[in-house]
């Protein structure tokens, strides 16, 4: 009965910004960590950052000092804040979070992310 909604698709110039939200609707759940992945065309799934209950971050070499991911526990809600975006970025982002005691966590449906020149 946990469902992951995410809005924020979007198609921005290079250089520009765009943000994220993915919000957790259903069963009540404590969450452990929530976190976003994406998944270019041809490639599998990455990390792109994760936020833990206590706050702490980690994000892939790729998007460090770029991309900054946040939660509100209150809303049970997860975002990601994209600055100065880049072809490289151009992929699926799905959201996830991960209730303690569960190994595999939730996902969300994917939000397309283009970047155009």
């Known amino acids: 009965q946990v469902r992951l909604v995410e809005s924020g698709r979007g198609l921005v110039q290079a250089g520009g910004s765009l943000r994220l939200s993915c919000e957790v609707s259903g069963s009540k759940v404590l969450i452990n960590t929530m976190g976003w992945f994406r998944q270019a065309p041809g490639k599998e799934r990455e990390l792109v950052a994760i936020i833990t209950s206590t706050v702490r971050t980690t994000y892939a070499d790729s998007v460090k000092g770029r991309f900054t991911i946040s939660r509100d526990n209150v809303k049970n809600t997860v975002l990601l804040q994209m600055n100065n975006l880049k072809a490289e970025d151009i992929a699926v982002y799905y959201c996830?979070?991960?209730?303690?005691?569960?190994?595999?966590?939730?996902w969300g449906q994917g939000t397309q992310v283009t970047v155009s020149s």
């Open positions: 996830n979070v991960r209730p303690y005691g569960v190994s595999n966590g939730y």
